[in-house]
């Protein structure tokens, strides 16, 4: 959505000299008009978006505003079919354009010409339209696929999770490429409409709202149809497909609440209803800390025993791991994941370098929400978090500012990360801390973000160069020295929330 900006730009250039026509025609012809235009031969897009850390995610050369994805599933088989068709506008002229994509391509069709295309790189589809493509022009891209996503191997690695009575695409930074053809990075978000057949009798959970019941088809089966409204980043759109009992309600401020749990859940079924029904309670408290709630509804999904072992901020709905649930209610997760949906999902990276934007903050919600339950202060947390890294652990070798794309998800990104936003808010103080972050979330809502954009917000709105704090924090290797040296002097007592940030890190962070 990012790339709007370019398109808009040439539709005001055509306005304008269409205007130009319509109202002075003699003197608005320049004595050259009706000659064709001298340019440069139509290039192929680029096959990636630049990014720092994975170059060959997303594509260049247009920009997508919607997804249709509607689909097919066999959860007996793994097999998925389906056609995606792809709303986006061209941003260069284009003799040919890559989607990003691992199965099996039966069919591609711009704007109702049929298509070739063919495979190339890890996971590159490239796409060479009958008529060249010409910047601004509307695309209506349709794919036609099928394949076994959990066989579809990039590296002996597959990012979709086969289970026992379904499946998850759920997935942190790839996920798309086993089931929708896409821009795959967060630079280019779009709206979706995700529609999913299935034998009747297994539920389809996805993200957003469910624009009207499920359908019945022919054969025994069931179509469920989800649509989501705000621009959601690729990585964020997510299908759990299984044997789930689904509780929907209305959020205190109007907004339709959905959550799901997994039936292979058992005795951690009510640990995982006491977590994620105060999902509505949690998202009303960071309302109060980081803005209004950007999305149009509210949710979470307990994952089958046998899926993900991980929790990921899915965009309105997050999926959670059956392990947060070992030991209970855990709402410090919760908290985790609700925070993404302003940090990390209407905010985005804009390279993946920047992932402290997304993990930093989420962990430092929790500090706040520890805070807030009178399970230890944010002070109280950061202490012990400090002290229980002693100075040659290796986990202060880790910069979370940019950790490098092997360790975008370190445990230093999660917790160095949250530290150092406790120190920035130490340093600014309080007032200027809170008017720091509903501002980035307001200003970029819907956007992306990078590290030195946050930071110069954080100058700007304190008056301070923070160019020091930044830099020992985020970027340098080592166990940054306290400017309070009594804080060391006696071990930190424990906080209560300990525990289960700890366990919760550990099943996030790997
Ligand atoms: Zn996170």
Same mark, same amino acid.
């Given at each position: ?10 539709? =005001?250039?055509?306005t304008?000299?269409?205007t ?7 003197q608005a ?24 850390y ?6 260049g ?5 919607? +997804?249709?994805?509607?689909l097919? +599933?066999?959860?007996?088989?793994d ?5 995606t068709t792809i709303?986006?506008t061209?941003?260069?002229? =284009?003799s040919?354009?890559? =989607?990003?994509f691992?199965?099996?391509v039966?069919?591609?069709?711009v ?12 996971h ?5 339209p009958?008529?060249t493509v ?7 891209i349709?794919?036609r ?9 990039v ?21 798309a *490429?086993?089931?929708?053809p896409?821009?795959?990075?967060p630079?280019?978000k ?6 999913v057949?299935?034998p009747?009798?297994v539920e389809?959970?996805s ?5 009207r ?14 649509r989501t409204?705000?621009?959601?980043a ?20 109007? %907004? ?12 951690l079924?009510?640990?995982?209803r ?6 509505a309670?949690?998202?009303d408290?960071?309302?109060?800390i980081f803005?209004?709630?950007?999305f ?8 089958p ?11 309105t ?7 947060? *649930? ?11 994941e ?13 390279d ?6 997304n993990e930093?903050?989420?962990? +430092? ?9 009178g399970?230890?202060t944010? %002070? ?8 229980s ?7 202060? %070798? ?5 950790p490098?794309?092997?360790?975008v ?7 160095r ?16 801390f ?12 819907y956007g992306n973000?990078?590290?030195e954009?946050?930071?110069a917000?954080a100058?700007?709105?304190s008056g ?11 970027f340098t290797?080592g166990r940054?020295?306290?400017?309070n ?6 071990p ?5 929330s *300990?525990?289960k940030?700890r366990?919760?890190?550990?099943l996030?962070?790997?």
């Amino acid at each position: 959505m990012r790339r709007v900006l370019t398109a808009a730009t040439t539709a =005001l250039t055509l306005t304008t000299a269409g205007t130009m026509l319509a109202g002075t025609p003699a003197q608005a012809v320049p004595t050259g008009w009706g000659r064709p235009v001298v340019s440069a031969a139509p290039q192929p897009g680029a096959p990636g978006l630049g990014d720092s850390y994975f170059p060959d995610y997303g594509n260049g050369g247009y920009d997508v505003e919607h +997804y249709d994805v509607r689909l097919r +599933y066999e959860p007996a088989t793994d097999l998925l079919t389906g056609t995606t068709t792809i709303l986006a506008t061209a941003t260069e002229d =284009l003799s040919t354009f890559n =989607l990003d994509f691992l199965l099996d391509v039966e069919s591609v069709r711009v704007n109702g010409w049929a298509a070739s295309s063919s495979t190339a790189g890890a996971h590159e589809l490239v796409v060479t339209p009958a008529r060249t493509v010409t910047r601004g022009q509307q695309l209506t891209i349709v794919v036609r696929y099928s394949g076994v996503p959990s066989e579809a191997l990039v590296n002996g690695y597959t990012g979709w999770t086969r289970t026992d009575d379904g499946a998850l695409a759920v997935n942190e930074p790839e996920s798309a *490429w086993w089931w929708f053809p896409s821009n795959d990075h967060p630079l280019d978000k779009a709206t979706y409409d995700i529609s999913v057949s299935v034998p009747t009798g297994v539920e389809v959970i996805s993200n957003g709202v469910q624009p009207r019941p499920p359908l019945a088809e022919a054969g025994n089966r069931t179509r469920w149809i989800w649509r989501t409204t705000s621009p959601t980043a690729t990585y964020l759109a997510f299908m759990a497909i299984g044997q789930y009992d689904i509780v929907t309600d209305t959020s205190p401020g109007g %907004q339709p609440v959905i959550n799901a749990y997994s039936t292979s859940l058992g005795a951690l079924g009510p640990a995982a209803r006491a977590s994620i029904e105060r999902t509505a309670e949690i998202v009303d408290w960071e309302s109060g800390i980081f803005g209004p709630y950007p999305f149009e509804a509210q949710g979470g999904v307990a994952g089958p025993v046998d899926g993900i072992s991980f929790a990921l901020e899915t965009q309105t709905r997050p999926v959670y791991g059956p392990g947060f *649930w070992r030991r209970g209610a855990n709402t410090y997760v919760v908290t985790h994941e609700l925070a993404h949906q302003w940090f990390g999902d209407s905010v985005s990276v804009a390279d993946w370098r920047n992932i402290w934007l997304n993990e930093g903050f989420a962990s +430092y919600a929790e500090w706040l929400w520890s805070e807030e339950q009178g399970e230890g202060t944010a %002070q109280e947390v950061f202490d012990f978090t400090y002290a229980s890294y002693p100075a040659d652990d290796g986990f202060w %070798q880790v910069p979370p500012g940019d950790p490098g794309a092997g360790r975008v998800f370190d445990n230093a990104v999660y917790d160095r990360g949250a530290m150092a936003l406790h120190q920035l808010r130490l340093a600014v103080g309080d007032d200027a801390f809170f008017e720091i972050l509903p501002t980035w979330t307001t200003e970029r809502r819907y956007g992306n973000g990078t590290i030195e954009q946050f930071q110069a917000l954080a100058e700007r709105i304190s008056g301070l160069d923070l160019d020091d704090l930044f830099t020992t924090w985020l970027f340098t290797p080592g166990r940054p020295e306290l400017a309070n040296a009594a804080r060391k002097a006696a071990p930190p007592t424990e906080p209560k929330s *300990w525990a289960k940030i700890r366990e919760s890190h550990e099943l996030m962070s790997h």
